[in-house]
């Protein structure tokens, strides 16, 4: 959580920004290209605001709400955690597994 105070008038007030929650997504193994839908709370509903990462590799946010995201795979997307930054907070989360692009499955199954 992340805490901000402002003076005004010599007075300091204080707001709080809650950070994203991940709670499910759609597809835990995706296509290169294909949209996912990620959902919890604390999103951005300004797609603009809403920043979806595979990892090193930055996605396509095609929609958000306050309660999900919809991005597309991109093609370098590998095995790793998603995370979701709301950049009008600056705060992100990142989730515990892994995501998978089906592109790449077969590096998997050689180790």
Do not use: C, Y
Not at 16 to 33: L, R
Not at 55 to 74: H, L, N
């Amino acid at each position: 959580m992340r805490l901000t105070i402002f003076f005004l008038s010599g007075m300091a007030t204080m707001a709080f920004a809650q950070g994203p929650e991940i709670t499910s997504i759609s597809d835990s193994v995706a296509f290169p290209g294909q949209e996912i839908v990620i959902s919890g709370s604390g999103f951005n509903p300004d797609t603009s605001k809403t920043k979806v990462w595979f990892g090193q590799v930055k996605g396509r946010t095609m929609s958000s709400t306050a309660f999900s995201v919809v991005a597309r795979v991109p093609a370098q997307a590998r095995l790793a955690n998603l995370e979701v930054i709301n950049t009008g907070t600056g705060l992100g989360v990142k989730t515990d597994n892994k995501f998978r692009s089906e592109e790449h499955t077969s590096e998997l199954q050689s180790l």
